[in-house]
């Protein structure tokens, strides 16, 4: 792939948008456990093609991935395909450009392309991400060059991903999701909810997906629905909790059909489940709250799963200054940064 | 590792499609003296005779990591 030089000049300019010192450590990347400093992460992003206004989310992702919660050391040599899914949430997907509507997944927009390849750059050489010597993905995802979408706020009927997280919806924030690459889901005639997200929870709890084997882990699977499915099911009156609940209902497989297959007898079954009942429906995450719903996409009825490995959590970040001031607007480091200077120092 | 490091003697078992990744990841970790037992890939799905066949192979390496390196 193509990389941009970082010159000192693209450098400086990108961080303009923090107020973080140049040398500050945001990060230590295993497994390699490079620095990440907020300069190295500038490198890297102009390396990417990312525009200069790109560094706040490329920084906040990055504080998100070694979240303990998310476990990168492990999404970084597993042989599963989890790539880092970077969603982006809030008043600066618009900013920024960020598609969240037609072909949200594919190609079109450099915020999408480069973000995502900015997080992968500094996976490579901060995080020391190699494949087949670090990297063991038995196959890896056309995901793992870029994987980044914003969510259609503006098309959805109920409150934005970031606001179920807690956060207020004009705040700019990202989550990063370990996950395959996203799986179709076609149903264009159900004429009912349960119908229509029972195809997604078929596809949800395919017989070859981690969830199924690892429920009793921590681990989520997401579900990806364009904004004109979110308003009929609205119509319906559903909500995204019921929702997650229809799923994590449905979205299961008896346990004789999980018996002596896939990753059978590597993690435990959950509490709830008799082992002994062959007819016990295992669901694919341990609660509702572990399905993600998140409202983007184009026209049509077409769903997307986006299934995990488990023994990841998401993680979600509100884009701040360093003094943890939540911001709405790049343009907010600006005007910090003819403060304090150029990266906040002063 | 987190075991090793704590004065835990261990014996990791890798296959050995997988060696050259432990040692590399080990290394990253400044842990190179962590005990690594190889045994032949593929070990996943294999019939139980052939999984007792490459384990006698390595049971010295195993003894040897386990008593030799605590």
């Known amino acids: 792939m193509p990389v941009f030089a970082p010159t000192e000049r693209a450098v400086r300019e990108m961080l303009r948008y923090t107020d973080r010192d140049r040398h500050e450590t945001i990060a230590v990347v295993p497994p390699k456990n490079g620095v990440a400093t907020t300069e190295n992460i500038a490198i890297n992003a ?3 093609g990312c525009r200069p206004e790109y560094l706040p989310v490329i920084i906040a992702a990055v504080e998100a991935m070694v979240d303990p919660e998310y476990s990168l050391y492990g999404r970084q040599t597993t ?7 970077l969603i982006v949430h809030g008043p600066i997907r618009k900013e920024l450009d960020a598609n969240c509507k037609d072909n949200v997944f594919g190609q079109g927009w450099r915020a999408n392309a480069t973000m995502g390849r900015a997080l992968r750059l500094i996976l490579i050489n901060l995080g020391g991400n190699k494949p087949g010597v670090t990297d063991m993905a038995t196959h890896g995802h056309p995901g793992k060059y870029s994987y980044c979408m914003g969510e259609d706020e503006e098309g959805s009927p109920w409150p934005p991903f970031h606001v179920d997280r807690g956060l207020a919806a004009d705040t700019s924030a990202i989550t990063v999701l370990c996950a395959e690459p996203p799986h179709n889901v076609n149903d264009l005639v159900s004429k009912t909810p349960q119908m229509y997200l029972g195809s997604a929870a078929s596809t949800m709890a395919t017989l070859g997906g981690n969830g199924l084997f690892r429920s009793a882990l921590r681990g989520e699977q997401g579900l990806v629905i364009s904004s004109e499915c979110a308003h009929w099911l609205a119509d319906f009156g559903w909500s995204k909790e019921m929702m997650r609940s229809y799923i994590y209902e449905n979205a299961r497989q008896p346990l004789r059909e999980l018996r002596d297959r896939g990753a059978w007898g590597k993690s435990p079954l959950p509490k709830f489940i008799d082992a002994t009942d062959d007819n016990a429906l295992v669901p694919i995450v341990n609660k509702p709250e572990n399905i993600l719903i998140l409202v983007a996409g184009g026209h049509q009825r077409h769903m997307n799963a986006l299934l995990a490995a488990g023994y990841s ?13 939540p911001v709405r607007s790049v343009r907010d480091f600006l005007a910090r940064c003819c403060m304090y200077g150029e990266g906040g120092v002063a | 590792m987190t075991m090793e490091g704590r004065g835990i003697p261990t014996a990791t078992f890798v296959t050995h499609a997988f060696d050259s990744y432990a040692r590399g990841l080990c290394h990253m970790q400044a842990m190179e003296s962590l005990p690594i037992v190889v045994i032949p890939h593929p070990i996943a799905a294999r019939p139980v005779d052939d999984l007792r066949q490459k384990v006698r192979k390595v049971h010295a390496d195993l003894r040897a990591a386990l008593i030799n390196h605590a």
Do not use: E, N, Y
Request: cysteine-free; charged content about 15%.
């Open chain 1, 46 to 48: 102009v390396m990417a």
């Open chain 1, 79 to 85: 042989t599963h395909p989890g790539a880092h899914l």
């Open chain 1, 313 to 325: 959590m998401s993680v979600t970040r509100a884009l701040t200054t360093k003094d943890g001031t």
